[in-house]
């Protein structure tokens, strides 16, 4: 897609690809968790594939959504926290990525040389994720006693939405 002055201002290449990586990684994790699970977690990157790949916020947003319901599917179905919280993180990671393609192609164009920068925010942002999620998984060993498995789907959810509120 070029515009009038010659910028393809389409997605950068390298976040769209992390966007599909992370969320195959949600994939795996959430199917082992749940069959309908992973199924809806399929659905959910097959929608951020598709907006990575048309610039669609919506779609990355939404397709989100739905990867992160799967997670939360496992979670009801009483899945362990070592398969609900790598789904999350890699949920969460697809969102920030594909966000952070379609940022980087309106700003500064398909074909400028950003891998440095893309993989610079993918690294940060994976690194923020992983140690939320150990904190999350220490405060769940050290409040487990005979806790619900939905109690560890609430914490995911408030992660998520703690996340949001901080992007913002």
Known sequence: MTTAEGVDRSPARTSQLLAVVAGSVAVGATALASTNGGLAAVAGVLLVGGGVALGSRRLVTVGSFVALVGVLFGGLNAAPPELLLPGTVATVLMWDFGEQ????GEQLGRE???ERLELAHAAASTIVAVAAAGVGYGIYLAGTGNQPMTALVFLLVAAVALTSALRN
């Open 101 to 104: 393609a379609i940022n980087v």
């Open 112 to 114: 400028a040389h950003t």
